[in-house]
Antibody, heavy 121, light 111 residues
Framework: QAQLVQSGAEVKKPGASVKVSCKAS????????ISWVRQAPGQGLEWMGW????????KYVQNLQGRVTLTTDTSTYTAYMELTSLTSDDTAVYYC??????????????WGQGTLVIVSS | QSVLTQPPSVSGAPGQRVTISCTGG?????????VHWYQQFPGAAPKLLIH???NRPSGVPDRFSGSKSATSASLAITGLQAEDEADYYC???????????FGTGTKVTVL
């Protein structure tokens, strides 16, 4: 069945960048979008953006525009999320999820196991 | 700040029925966009529970059900069990934000 496996936890200093990977298996990678969702400690879920492995199209949440870049590598069935200019507010668990689109359709299933990113001096 | 509002917590005794509301507006649920629900246990990734308002993925017990009306949606758990104690989130598309939004989340406690 479809599965997403993410890279391990990261500790970064303020102002640095982080790149999280997400390897997909069990389905045709180019048939579904990949979205990224983050969850700050003790907080709710925040959708960050979506990328299409089929054509490279992307869409980002407005408050992260310019700091987040989503990419996909169809040769390795891997999606990437890079976040720059990190602050303590970016400390969170980051999830990749299969789903989303350029429009309103789509739900998120399955979810990766999550990658904890800690931003601390 | 989420555009989908849920009660922070609901509770019930084993066997009871509980409902979780998800209140939105004209740019999301009220626009007719599908509502989806997720269950999250502490320290784990969320899991899809209901998609497209009322559809259960394979493996989800039929004691979970979803509905939608006007600008809100609801998740009902009938025959509440101890293993249902978790956080629950609704999710929909928002045309004003041109993206997906989640509800504020509801913690279900089994008394």
């Amino acid at each position: 069945q479809a599965q997403l496996v993410q890279s391990g936890a990261e500790v970064k200093k303020p102002g640095a960048s982080v790149k999280v990977s997400c390897k997909a298996s069990g389905y045709t990678f180019t048939n579904f979008g990949i979205s990224w969702v983050r969850q700050a400690p003790g907080q709710g879920l925040e959708w960050m953006g979506w990328s299409s492995p089929y054509n490279g199209e992307t869409k980002y949440v407005q408050n992260l525009q310019g700091r987040v870049t989503l990419t996909t590598d169809t040769s390795t069935y891997t999606a990437y999320m890079e976040l720059t200019s990190l602050t303590s507010d970016d400390t969170a668990v980051y999830y990749c999820v299969r789903g989303g689109s350029s429009g309103p359709k789509g739900w998120f299933d399955p979810w990766g196991q999550g990658t904890l990113v800690i931003v601390s001096s | 700040q989420s555009v989908l509002t849920q009660p922070p917590s609901v509770s019930g005794a084993p066997g009871q029925r509980v409902t979780i509301s998800c209140t939105g507006g004209r740019s999301n649920i009220g626009a007719g966009y599908d509502v989806h629900w997720y269950q999250q246990f502490p320290g784990a990734a969320p899991k899809l529970l209901i998609h497209e308002d009322s559809n259960r993925p394979s493996g989800v017990p039929d004691r979970f059900s979803g509905s939608k009306s006007a600008t809100s949606a609801s998740l009902a758990i009938t025959g509440l069990q101890a293993e249902d104690e978790a956080d629950y989130y609704c999710q929909a598309y928002d045309s004003r934000l041109s993206g997906y939004v989640f509800g504020t989340g509801t913690k279900v406690t089994v008394l």
